[in-house]
Protein backbone atom coordinates (compact mmCIF):
# COMPACT_ATOMS: atom_id res chain seq x y z
CA UNK A 1 0.00 0.00 0.00
CA UNK A 2 1.66 3.10 -0.75
CA UNK A 3 1.82 5.90 2.33
CA UNK A 4 -0.13 8.81 2.00
CA UNK A 5 1.18 11.90 0.48
CA UNK A 6 2.23 14.67 2.67
CA UNK A 7 0.87 18.08 1.76
CA UNK A 8 3.67 20.14 2.60
CA UNK A 9 7.62 19.91 2.90
CA UNK A 10 8.54 19.76 6.56
CA UNK A 11 10.74 22.16 7.51
CA UNK A 12 14.86 21.06 8.38
CA UNK A 13 15.28 19.37 11.63
CA UNK A 14 16.74 21.70 14.47
CA UNK A 15 20.45 19.95 15.22
CA UNK A 16 22.72 20.63 18.05
CA UNK A 17 23.94 23.95 17.08
CA UNK A 18 20.16 25.40 17.71
CA UNK A 19 20.51 24.21 20.94
CA UNK A 20 23.94 25.61 21.31
CA UNK A 21 22.99 29.04 19.90
CA UNK A 22 20.32 29.10 22.55
CA UNK A 23 22.45 28.06 25.58
CA UNK A 24 24.87 31.00 24.24
CA UNK A 25 21.89 33.89 24.54
CA UNK A 26 20.82 32.77 27.33
CA UNK A 27 24.41 32.87 28.36
CA UNK A 28 24.47 36.13 27.70
CA UNK A 29 21.20 37.42 29.60
CA UNK A 30 22.41 35.17 32.87
CA UNK A 31 26.05 35.90 32.96
CA UNK A 32 28.51 34.22 35.23
CA UNK A 33 27.18 34.93 37.92
CA UNK A 34 23.73 33.06 37.13
CA UNK A 35 23.42 29.30 37.37
CA UNK A 36 19.98 28.10 35.27
CA UNK A 37 18.12 24.74 36.45
CA UNK A 38 15.58 23.50 33.98
CA UNK A 39 13.68 19.92 34.98
CA UNK A 40 12.63 17.52 32.19
CA UNK A 41 8.61 16.33 32.49
CA UNK A 42 8.37 13.67 34.66
CA UNK A 43 6.16 10.12 32.88
CA UNK A 44 2.29 10.54 34.15
CA UNK A 45 0.64 7.27 34.95
CA UNK A 46 -2.69 6.37 33.31
CA UNK A 47 -3.06 3.53 35.40
CA UNK A 48 -1.70 0.17 36.39
CA UNK A 49 1.64 -0.18 33.81
CA UNK A 50 0.35 2.53 31.02
CA UNK A 51 1.97 5.96 30.98
CA UNK A 52 0.02 8.92 29.10
CA UNK A 53 1.83 9.54 26.37
CA UNK A 54 5.34 11.96 27.23
CA UNK A 55 5.51 15.04 26.17
CA UNK A 56 9.06 17.08 26.95
CA UNK A 57 8.92 20.30 28.97
CA UNK A 58 9.02 23.20 26.69
CA UNK A 59 11.73 24.87 28.45
CA UNK A 60 13.96 21.83 28.95
CA UNK A 61 13.65 21.07 25.57
CA UNK A 62 13.93 24.12 24.15
CA UNK A 63 17.52 24.82 26.37
CA UNK A 64 18.98 20.51 25.22
CA UNK A 65 17.01 18.84 22.95
CA UNK A 66 17.01 15.82 25.49
CA UNK A 67 13.81 14.30 24.40
CA UNK A 68 13.69 11.56 27.64
CA UNK A 69 11.83 12.13 30.94
CA UNK A 70 12.84 12.99 34.46
CA UNK A 71 16.45 14.74 33.52
CA UNK A 72 17.47 18.01 35.00
CA UNK A 73 19.81 20.50 33.51
CA UNK A 74 22.16 22.49 35.14
CA UNK A 75 22.88 25.49 32.92
CA UNK A 76 26.47 27.55 34.20
CA UNK A 77 27.29 30.12 32.09
CA UNK A 78 31.30 30.82 31.60
CA UNK A 79 32.28 27.30 33.92
CA UNK A 80 35.54 25.65 32.89
CA UNK A 81 34.37 22.41 33.29
CA UNK A 82 31.56 23.10 30.82
CA UNK A 83 28.37 24.51 30.70
CA UNK A 84 26.13 22.25 30.42
CA UNK A 85 25.54 19.65 33.00
CA UNK A 86 23.05 17.25 32.67
CA UNK A 87 21.13 14.10 34.82
CA UNK A 88 19.76 11.77 33.56
CA UNK A 89 18.16 8.18 33.81
CA UNK A 90 20.62 5.62 33.84
CA UNK A 91 21.04 3.13 31.35
CA UNK A 92 18.91 0.04 32.64
CA UNK A 93 19.27 -2.85 30.01
CA UNK A 94 15.99 -4.73 31.58
CA UNK A 95 13.66 -1.49 31.54
CA UNK A 96 15.34 -0.65 28.01
CA UNK A 97 13.40 -3.89 27.21
CA UNK A 98 10.39 -2.62 28.19
CA UNK A 99 10.14 1.02 27.50
CA UNK A 100 12.70 1.61 24.72
CA UNK A 101 16.48 2.61 24.86
CA UNK A 102 18.12 5.21 27.01
CA UNK A 103 20.96 7.93 25.94
CA UNK A 104 22.60 7.40 29.65
CA UNK A 105 25.11 9.80 30.98
CA UNK A 106 27.59 8.76 27.72
CA UNK A 107 24.43 9.36 24.81
CA UNK A 108 23.92 12.69 26.77
CA UNK A 109 27.39 13.83 26.10
CA UNK A 110 27.57 12.21 22.67
CA UNK A 111 24.95 13.73 20.92
CA UNK A 112 23.30 16.54 23.39
CA UNK A 113 26.27 18.32 24.16
CA UNK A 114 26.38 17.93 27.52
CA UNK A 115 29.71 18.82 29.15
CA UNK A 116 29.38 16.98 31.87
CA UNK A 117 26.64 14.18 32.74
CA UNK A 118 25.68 12.01 35.90
CA UNK A 119 22.76 9.88 36.86
CA UNK A 120 19.60 11.54 38.28
CA UNK A 121 20.50 9.63 41.64
CA UNK A 122 23.94 12.38 42.17
CA UNK A 123 21.85 15.77 41.69
CA UNK A 124 21.76 16.62 45.11
CA UNK A 125 25.40 15.70 45.74
CA UNK A 126 26.47 17.47 42.95
CA UNK A 127 24.69 20.42 43.58
CA UNK A 128 26.42 22.62 45.77
CA UNK A 129 29.83 22.48 44.07
CA UNK A 130 27.78 23.42 40.71
CA UNK A 131 26.33 26.44 42.70
CA UNK A 132 29.39 27.55 44.13
CA UNK A 133 30.15 31.06 42.99
CA UNK A 134 26.68 31.72 41.59
CA UNK A 135 24.99 34.64 43.12
CA UNK A 136 21.59 33.64 41.57
CA UNK A 137 19.92 30.80 40.41
CA UNK A 138 17.12 31.19 37.77
CA UNK A 139 14.51 28.62 38.17
CA UNK A 140 10.58 28.83 37.48
CA UNK A 141 9.48 28.02 41.38
CA UNK A 142 6.31 26.68 41.31
CA UNK A 143 6.52 24.59 38.59
CA UNK A 144 7.76 21.46 40.30
CA UNK A 145 7.59 21.84 44.26
CA UNK A 146 9.51 19.00 44.93
CA UNK A 147 12.61 20.06 42.63
CA UNK A 148 12.04 23.62 44.35
CA UNK A 149 12.83 21.85 47.63
CA UNK A 150 15.91 20.43 47.07
CA UNK A 151 17.43 23.27 45.61
CA UNK A 152 16.15 25.24 48.28
CA UNK A 153 17.42 22.46 50.94
CA UNK A 154 21.11 22.83 48.96
CA UNK A 155 21.09 26.46 48.99
CA UNK A 156 20.38 25.93 52.79
CA UNK A 157 23.56 23.64 53.34
CA UNK A 158 25.60 25.93 51.56
CA UNK A 159 24.89 28.74 54.00
CA UNK A 160 25.97 26.67 56.77
CA UNK A 161 29.35 25.70 55.20
CA UNK A 162 29.59 29.05 53.56
CA UNK A 163 32.16 29.76 56.63
CA UNK A 164 34.68 27.13 55.12
CA UNK A 165 33.14 27.10 51.28
CA UNK A 166 31.91 29.18 48.65
CA UNK A 167 29.42 31.72 48.53
CA UNK A 168 25.74 30.45 48.58
CA UNK A 169 23.67 32.42 46.09
CA UNK A 170 21.43 34.97 47.14
CA UNK A 171 18.35 34.99 45.08
CA UNK A 172 15.83 32.57 42.93
CA UNK A 173 14.91 34.16 40.30
CA UNK A 174 12.28 32.81 37.63
CA UNK A 175 12.34 32.28 33.99
CA UNK A 176 10.41 34.91 32.44
CA UNK A 177 12.90 37.72 32.02
CA UNK A 178 15.80 35.10 30.74
CA UNK A 179 14.52 32.00 28.75
CA UNK A 180 11.26 32.94 28.37
CA UNK A 181 11.94 36.28 26.51
CA UNK A 182 14.30 34.27 24.18
CA UNK A 183 11.30 31.91 23.50
CA UNK A 184 9.04 34.92 22.93
CA UNK A 185 11.27 35.44 19.68
CA UNK A 186 11.00 33.03 17.28
CA UNK A 187 13.80 32.46 15.07
CA UNK A 188 13.53 31.67 11.41
CA UNK A 189 14.02 28.09 12.14
CA UNK A 190 11.26 28.13 14.83
CA UNK A 191 9.24 30.02 12.19
CA UNK A 192 9.77 27.47 9.82
CA UNK A 193 8.28 24.96 12.35
CA UNK A 194 5.53 27.33 12.91
CA UNK A 195 4.69 27.72 9.52
CA UNK A 196 4.48 23.77 8.69
CA UNK A 197 2.23 23.35 11.84
CA UNK A 198 -0.29 26.18 10.73
CA UNK A 199 -0.36 24.40 7.42
CA UNK A 200 -1.00 21.27 8.05
CA UNK A 201 -3.62 22.70 10.94
CA UNK A 202 -5.33 24.35 8.30
CA UNK A 203 -5.30 21.42 5.99
CA UNK A 204 -6.75 19.66 8.84
CA UNK A 205 -9.47 22.29 9.87
CA UNK A 206 -10.58 22.35 5.66
CA UNK A 207 -11.00 18.42 5.98
CA UNK A 208 -13.46 18.72 9.15
CA UNK A 209 -15.62 21.80 7.21
CA UNK A 210 -15.56 19.82 4.24
CA UNK A 211 -16.89 16.53 6.40
CA UNK A 212 -19.42 18.14 8.28
CA UNK A 213 -23.18 17.67 7.42
CA UNK A 214 -26.32 17.21 9.74
CA UNK A 215 -26.05 14.39 11.75
CA UNK A 216 -22.40 13.31 12.21
CA UNK A 217 -20.83 13.50 15.64
CA UNK A 218 -18.49 15.81 17.16
CA UNK A 219 -15.86 13.04 17.52
CA UNK A 220 -16.08 11.96 13.82
CA UNK A 221 -14.78 15.83 12.64
CA UNK A 222 -12.18 15.70 14.98
CA UNK A 223 -11.08 12.68 13.52
CA UNK A 224 -10.79 13.97 10.61
CA UNK A 225 -8.54 16.78 11.67
CA UNK A 226 -6.42 14.31 14.06
CA UNK A 227 -5.88 12.17 10.80
CA UNK A 228 -4.31 15.18 8.79
CA UNK A 229 -2.09 16.16 11.78
CA UNK A 230 -1.17 12.40 11.81
CA UNK A 231 -0.15 11.89 8.40
CA UNK A 232 2.46 14.77 9.26
CA UNK A 233 3.93 13.45 12.21
CA UNK A 234 1.91 16.06 14.14
CA UNK A 235 -0.15 15.30 17.29
CA UNK A 236 -3.00 18.02 18.92
CA UNK A 237 -1.04 20.66 20.48
CA UNK A 238 -3.97 20.64 22.82
CA UNK A 239 -7.12 18.94 23.30
CA UNK A 240 -9.03 19.89 20.24
CA UNK A 241 -12.24 21.27 20.64
CA UNK A 242 -15.16 20.29 18.40
CA UNK A 243 -18.51 22.28 19.65
CA UNK A 244 -21.90 21.96 18.07
CA UNK A 245 -24.27 24.13 18.63
CA UNK A 246 -25.04 25.36 22.03
CA UNK A 247 -21.68 23.31 23.18
CA UNK A 248 -20.05 26.23 21.18
CA UNK A 249 -20.55 28.34 24.36
CA UNK A 250 -17.97 26.11 26.65
CA UNK A 251 -15.20 27.73 26.20
CA UNK A 252 -12.98 24.79 26.79
CA UNK A 253 -15.57 22.24 25.39
CA UNK A 254 -13.30 19.36 24.71
CA UNK A 255 -15.82 15.79 25.52
CA UNK A 256 -16.80 15.86 21.50
CA UNK A 257 -19.59 13.50 22.01
CA UNK A 258 -22.56 15.18 20.69
CA UNK A 259 -24.81 14.75 17.23
CA UNK A 260 -24.49 17.85 15.33
CA UNK A 261 -28.08 19.04 14.05
CA UNK A 262 -29.51 20.33 11.23
CA UNK A 263 -28.91 24.23 12.02
CA UNK A 264 -26.15 24.31 14.11
CA UNK A 265 -22.69 25.95 13.76
CA UNK A 266 -20.02 23.44 14.48
CA UNK A 267 -17.01 25.37 16.40
CA UNK A 268 -13.24 24.11 16.04
CA UNK A 269 -10.39 24.88 17.98
CA UNK A 270 -7.99 22.34 16.73
CA UNK A 271 -4.16 23.15 16.14
CA UNK A 272 -1.26 20.25 15.28
CA UNK A 273 2.38 20.16 16.74
CA UNK A 274 5.36 19.37 14.91
CA UNK A 275 8.24 18.46 16.56
CA UNK A 276 7.55 20.86 19.53
CA UNK A 277 5.93 23.80 17.99
CA UNK A 278 1.95 24.26 17.61
CA UNK A 279 -0.72 26.12 15.72
CA UNK A 280 -3.78 27.42 17.38
CA UNK A 281 -6.58 27.66 14.89
CA UNK A 282 -10.60 28.44 15.27
CA UNK A 283 -13.51 28.48 12.59
CA UNK A 284 -17.13 28.58 13.26
CA UNK A 285 -19.00 27.20 10.18
CA UNK A 286 -22.42 26.25 9.69
CA UNK A 287 -23.55 22.00 9.65
CA UNK A 288 -26.01 22.34 6.59
CA UNK A 289 -23.80 24.97 4.62
CA UNK A 290 -25.57 28.36 4.87
CA UNK A 291 -25.00 30.46 8.03
CA UNK A 292 -28.54 31.74 9.34
CA UNK A 293 -29.92 35.21 9.17
CA UNK A 294 -28.47 35.05 12.74
CA UNK A 295 -25.82 33.41 12.58
CA UNK A 296 -24.43 35.26 10.13
CA UNK A 297 -24.90 38.66 11.46
CA UNK A 298 -22.73 37.96 14.62
CA UNK A 299 -20.30 35.92 12.66
CA UNK A 300 -19.83 38.89 10.32
CA UNK A 301 -19.28 41.42 13.79
CA UNK A 302 -16.81 38.81 14.88
CA UNK A 303 -14.79 39.07 11.62
CA UNK A 304 -14.68 42.02 12.02
CA UNK A 305 -13.21 42.19 15.10
CA UNK A 306 -10.91 40.14 14.04
CA UNK A 307 -9.32 42.01 11.07
CA UNK A 308 -9.40 45.02 13.56
CA UNK A 309 -7.32 42.93 15.99
CA UNK A 310 -5.18 41.35 13.27
CA UNK A 311 -4.07 45.04 11.88
CA UNK A 312 -2.45 45.95 15.13
CA UNK A 313 -0.55 43.34 14.76
CA UNK A 314 2.80 45.44 14.27
CA UNK A 315 6.01 45.74 15.57
CA UNK A 316 5.89 49.50 18.08
CA UNK A 317 2.16 48.48 18.50
CA UNK A 318 1.46 47.72 22.58
CA UNK A 319 0.08 44.09 22.85
CA UNK A 320 -2.88 45.47 24.50
CA UNK A 321 -4.71 47.64 21.86
CA UNK A 322 -5.50 44.16 20.08
CA UNK A 323 -7.56 43.60 22.72
CA UNK A 324 -8.98 47.18 22.50
CA UNK A 325 -9.69 46.88 18.88
CA UNK A 326 -11.55 43.91 19.20
CA UNK A 327 -13.39 44.94 22.24
CA UNK A 328 -14.33 48.21 20.39
CA UNK A 329 -15.68 46.15 17.35
CA UNK A 330 -17.37 43.72 19.26
CA UNK A 331 -19.24 45.84 21.77
CA UNK A 332 -20.32 47.93 19.32
CA UNK A 333 -21.75 45.11 17.69
CA UNK A 334 -23.57 44.11 20.80
CA UNK A 335 -25.05 47.24 20.51
CA UNK A 336 -26.19 46.92 17.03
CA UNK A 337 -27.48 43.86 17.75
CA UNK A 338 -29.65 44.72 20.84
CA UNK A 339 -28.08 42.64 23.13
CA UNK A 340 -26.52 46.03 25.00
CA UNK A 341 -27.43 49.01 25.11
CA UNK A 342 -25.56 52.79 26.15
CA UNK A 343 -22.69 54.22 24.86
CA UNK A 344 -19.66 51.89 23.83
CA UNK A 345 -17.13 53.81 25.66
CA UNK A 346 -19.30 54.02 28.64
CA UNK A 347 -20.19 50.06 28.20
CA UNK A 348 -16.76 48.96 27.63
CA UNK A 349 -15.48 51.14 31.43
CA UNK A 350 -17.95 49.17 32.72
CA UNK A 351 -17.13 45.49 31.55
CA UNK A 352 -20.76 45.11 30.40
CA UNK A 353 -19.15 43.37 27.13
CA UNK A 354 -17.75 40.60 28.96
CA UNK A 355 -21.00 39.12 29.16
CA UNK A 356 -20.56 37.79 25.65
CA UNK A 357 -16.75 37.93 25.10
CA UNK A 358 -15.03 36.90 28.38
CA UNK A 359 -11.95 36.26 27.32
CA UNK A 360 -8.74 37.89 25.89
CA UNK A 361 -8.37 38.52 22.71
CA UNK A 362 -4.90 36.46 21.63
CA UNK A 363 -1.89 34.66 23.77
CA UNK A 364 1.43 34.75 22.71
CA UNK A 365 1.97 30.49 20.59
CA UNK A 366 4.95 28.57 20.19
CA UNK A 367 6.17 25.30 21.68
CA UNK A 368 3.22 25.85 24.27
CA UNK A 369 -0.16 26.75 23.54
CA UNK A 370 -0.51 29.32 25.92
CA UNK A 371 3.23 30.32 25.47
CA UNK A 372 5.64 32.03 27.73
CA UNK A 373 6.61 35.26 27.18
CA UNK A 374 5.62 38.57 29.35
CA UNK A 375 3.06 40.61 28.29
CA UNK A 376 3.36 43.88 30.54
CA UNK A 377 7.04 45.22 31.39
CA UNK A 378 7.62 47.39 33.86
CA UNK A 379 3.84 48.02 34.08
CA UNK A 380 3.29 48.98 30.72
CA UNK A 381 1.69 46.98 27.87
CA UNK A 382 5.25 45.89 25.84
CA UNK A 383 5.18 46.73 22.33
CA UNK A 384 5.08 43.90 19.66
CA UNK A 385 8.65 43.01 18.27
CA UNK A 386 9.29 41.09 15.21
CA UNK A 387 9.53 37.20 15.90
CA UNK A 388 6.44 37.22 17.92
CA UNK A 389 3.56 34.82 17.13
CA UNK A 390 0.25 35.50 18.68
CA UNK A 391 -2.87 34.09 18.39
CA UNK A 392 -6.00 36.74 17.41
CA UNK A 393 -9.44 35.38 18.76
CA UNK A 394 -12.06 37.17 19.33
CA UNK A 395 -15.92 35.80 19.41
CA UNK A 396 -18.99 36.56 21.23
CA UNK A 397 -21.39 33.56 22.89
CA UNK A 398 -24.44 33.85 24.01
CA UNK A 399 -25.71 30.96 26.84
CA UNK A 400 -28.42 29.43 25.87
CA UNK A 401 -30.43 29.92 29.11
CA UNK A 402 -29.68 33.83 28.71
CA UNK A 403 -33.05 35.47 29.27
CA UNK A 404 -31.38 39.15 28.57
CA UNK A 405 -31.33 38.70 24.83
CA UNK A 406 -34.18 37.67 22.26
CA UNK A 407 -34.43 33.99 22.20
CA UNK A 408 -33.29 33.97 18.36
CA UNK A 409 -29.62 34.80 19.58
CA UNK A 410 -29.54 32.15 22.61
CA UNK A 411 -27.06 29.35 21.76
CA UNK A 412 -25.35 31.27 19.31
CA UNK A 413 -21.30 30.76 19.95
CA UNK A 414 -18.57 31.90 17.26
CA UNK A 415 -14.80 32.36 17.89
CA UNK A 416 -12.33 32.80 14.75
CA UNK A 417 -8.41 32.46 15.55
CA UNK A 418 -5.41 32.72 13.53
CA UNK A 419 -1.86 32.67 14.18
CA UNK A 420 -0.23 35.82 13.58
CA UNK A 421 3.63 36.38 12.82
CA UNK A 422 4.87 39.93 13.98
CA UNK A 423 7.31 41.39 10.85
CA UNK A 424 8.98 44.30 10.52
CA UNK A 425 5.94 45.12 7.64
CA UNK A 426 2.96 43.48 7.59
CA UNK A 427 1.29 41.08 9.74
CA UNK A 428 1.93 37.77 8.51
CA UNK A 429 -0.90 35.03 8.82
CA UNK A 430 0.25 31.55 9.44
CA UNK A 431 -3.21 29.92 9.15
CA UNK A 432 -4.83 32.16 6.49
CA UNK A 433 -4.78 28.92 4.30
CA UNK A 434 -8.33 28.12 6.01
CA UNK A 435 -11.38 29.68 4.69
CA UNK A 436 -12.78 32.61 6.95
CA UNK A 437 -15.26 34.83 5.19
CA UNK A 438 -18.97 33.51 4.81
CA UNK A 439 -18.87 33.43 1.35
CA UNK A 440 -15.49 30.99 1.35
CA UNK A 441 -16.46 29.43 4.08
CA UNK A 442 -19.79 28.57 2.65
CA UNK A 443 -18.10 27.66 -1.07
CA UNK A 444 -15.60 25.19 0.52
CA UNK A 445 -18.68 23.04 2.65
CA UNK A 446 -20.74 23.06 -1.11
CA UNK A 447 -17.80 22.15 -2.94
CA UNK A 448 -17.53 19.33 -1.10
CA UNK A 449 -21.16 18.23 -1.65
CA UNK A 450 -20.86 18.20 -4.94
N1 LIG B 1 -7.16 26.57 22.07
C1 LIG B 1 -7.08 27.31 23.26
C2 LIG B 1 -7.09 28.75 22.98
O1 LIG B 1 -7.50 29.16 21.91
O2 LIG B 1 -6.62 29.53 23.75
MN1 LIG C 1 -5.85 30.39 21.37
MN1 LIG D 1 -7.69 28.00 20.18
Same mark, same amino acid.
Not at 62 to 81: C, K, M, S
Not at 163 to 172: S, T
Not at 336 to 357: C, H, K, N, P
Given at each position: ?????RLF????????A???A *?R???A????????????? $??E??? $?R?????? *???????Y???F???D?????????????????????????????? *????????????? !?????????F?????????G?? $???????????????I????????E?S?R???????????DA??????????A??????????R #??????I??M??????????????????V???H?????Y??????? !??A??????? $????????D??L????????????D??R?????????????? #??????????A?????????? #???M?????? #??T??????????????G?????????Y???????????????VG?????G????????????V??G??V??????????? *?????????????????PD??????P??????????AS???
Amino acid at each position: MNAPERLFAPPAALDRAVFAA *RRRALADIVGTEGAVIVPA $NREQPR $NRDVHFPF *RQDSDFWYLTGFPEPDAIAVFLPGREAGELVLFVRPRDPEREIWDG *RRHGTEGAREHFG !ADEAHTLDAFDAQLPGLLAGRR $NVHVQLGDRPELDARITACVQRMREMSRRGPAAPEALLGLDASLHELRLIKSAAEVAHMRFAAR #VSAAAHIAAMRAVAPGVQEWQLAAEIHAVLARHDMEPGYGSIVAAG !ANACVLHYVE $NRAEVGTDDLVLIDAGGEYHGYTADITRTFPAGGRYGAEQAA #VYDIVLAAQQAAIDTVRAGTP #VADMHEAATR #VLTQGMVDLGWLSGDVDGLIEQGEQRRYFMHGTGHWLGMDVHDVGRYRVDGDSRPFAAGMVTTVEPGLYVPPDDERVDARW *RGIGIRIEDDVLVTDGEPDVLTGDVPKTREAVEALIASARG
